[in-house]
Structure formats: structure tokens, C-alpha cells
């Protein structure tokens, strides 16, 4: 069914690119695609991790949409329990997509989850308390849980200080109430 709306829907026009690709063209089939991908993964989970791919890979499509698609491979391989495949996913949404900062606390939280159930429990605690101190992370309700994780884990990891250098004062947990 989507196979066919894809090739029939009337995309908006807009500027297209060098291979002919308008950017609306672009967000609108990359949105179907991952609309697509979400519904192969009950149970064609191959078919929608070669979907990911091909948007992750894909010129044409906004940035923001192949961060959904890297962070969606992610978690549909940690969902299939092959959390070592799902690691560098993870990582690669917080290094690539940093303007995103709702998707790169869920790519953190994620990847923090994969660790803990591949028993790197201090791993995951690095994670997890870098998630909770990340200025552009700290107001999503991932950096909260990370907080917390990482306490559970025993306590959050404070930024280590550069040879010769300061830690910032907003680095710098005080006693009082954060």
C-alpha cells in the first residue's frame, strides 16, 4: 500500500536540488519512509532496518529526518536484543545531529539503556551523567532520567578538568538545589 502511495501522492513543489529533488519532495517521502519503517518493524524488522539505511544514506533528505532514521535503526536493533549493533548507532546521533538536542538526549538515553543490559553498568553511568550535564540536554525528560540512572549507578561523574585548565562554574555541581 505505501509502495504505491509513494509513487502516486502530489508532492509540493519546491526548489529542487542537483539531482532533482525538491527539499518538501525530500522531508515529505522521508516522512513516509520512517512512517513506513515503523510499521515493517512488527514484523519485517531486515526490511525496515534496510529502510533506515537508505534514508540514513540519503542526500536528498533534511538532516533532522535522518537523525530520525539513525536513532529509529538504533532502537529497533536493541529492541531485536543486538545492543553491540546498536551502540555506534547511538553515538553516531549525538555526534552527527547535535542541533537536534530532543533526538541526541534520546540517542544518549538509549545508548546508556544498551549498555546497562550488556552489563557496563560504569559505561553506562559516563553516559548517562554526561546526558544529565549537557546544557543543551539538561530540560528534556531524558537528562532527568539520566540524572537519576546515574546516581543509581553510583553518582554522577563530574567533567574531568583539562591539564592546565578550569572547570566552568556552571560545570560545577554545588550543594545546593539543581
Not at 505505501?2 to 522521508?30: L, Q, W
Not at 535522518?66 to 548507532?89: C, D, K, N, V
Not at 533526538?103 to 544498551?114: E, I, M, S
Request: zero cysteines.
Amino acid at each position: 500500500m505505501f509502495d504505491r502511495f509513494e509513487k502516486t501522492a502530489v508532492m509540493p513543489k519546491s526548489a529542487p536540488d542537483a539531482n532533482g529533488i525538491s527539499i518538501v519532495e525530500a522531508e515529505i517521502g522521508g516522512k513516509v519512509a520512517l512512517a513506513r519503517g515503523r510499521l515493517l518493524e512488527t514484523a519485517q524488522k531486515d526490511q525496515a532496518l534496510h529502510l533506515y539505511a537508505a534514508v540514513q544514506k540519503s542526500k536528498a533528505m533534511p538532516s533532522k529526518i535522518r537523525a530520525e532514521a539513525f536513532l529509529a535503526a538504533a532502537g529497533l536493533q536493541a529492541q531485536r536484543g543486538q545492543m553491540r549493533e546498536a551502540l555506534p548507532i547511538y553515538e553516531q546521533v549525538y555526534v552527527l545531529f547535535n542541533r537536534y538536542p530532543e533526538l541526541v538526549a534520546k540517542a544518549y538515553w538509549g545508548r546508556g539503556q544498551a549498555l546497562e543490559k550488556l552489563g557496563k553498568g560504569e559505561l553506562a553511568r559516563e553516559v548517562y551523567s554526561e546526558l544529565a550535564q549537557r546544557d543543551d540536554l539538561k530540560t528534556t525528560r531524558e537528562a532527568a532520567d539520566g540524572r537519576k540512572r546515574a546516581i543509581s549507578l553510583g553518582g554522577l561523574i563530574l567533567p574531568k578538568v583539562p591539564e592546565g585548565g578550569e572547570i566552568p562554574p556552571s560545570a560545577v555541581q554545588t550543594g545546593g538545589a539543581s
